[in-house]
């Protein structure tokens, strides 16, 4: 019998983009890293917004120096700073911000993960969709095992 625990590298890979269900994935993800023993790399992505009308990228949303990267890089501290807060025994969280489509980024970064953790629903354009778009691709390619907490989850954690 081939021993599963070798096939992956000792981490749980969690999308998050500060959105509500980011931080239940976050915080579940942290959860089940204690239980298992393995180190939680929490991962932001993020990419030009799309601005018709405006020349070469440039965004009108974009203001006071700040750029999206440094805006990501802002969030997801934040949202780790929260989490990492309500724990009590303390889990090693390696933290990324990468430029790409959140969906793609996420699959490559969970390449021989033991899990990739998202959320339900994250800062998409469509609330009322019950799996966002990125969670749902993240469900039908990903290199390994799934997890997507729902929007109310039991709270175990």
Do not use: F
Not at 73 to 93: H, N, S, T
Request: charged fraction near 15%.
């Amino acid at each position: 019998m081939i021993d599963q625990t070798e096939a992956y590298d000792g981490r749980i890979v969690v999308g998050v983009d500060g959105s509500p269900h980011s931080k239940m994935a976050l915080r579940w993800a942290v959860t089940q890293a204690r239980l298992v023993g393995v180190r939680v790399e929490a991962i932001s992505a993020w990419q030009e917004p799309v601005t018709v009308g405006y020349p070469y990228g440039w965004s009108p949303l974009i203001h006071d120096g700040d750029s999206i990267s440094i805006l990501a890089e802002k969030v997801l501290a934040e949202a780790v700073a929260e989490v990492a807060g309500q724990q009590d025994e303390p889990v090693e969280i390696r933290t990324a911000v990468i430029h790409g489509h959140p969906a793609e980024v996420l699959l490559e970064v969970a390449v021989g993960a033991q899990m990739l953790v998202v959320g339900t629903r994250g800062h998409g354009t469509y609330s009322g969709i019950l799996l966002g778009s990125v969670s749902q691709h993240c469900v039908q390619h990903a290199p390994c095992p799934v997890l997507v907490v729902p929007r109310n989850p039991t709270p175990y954690w």
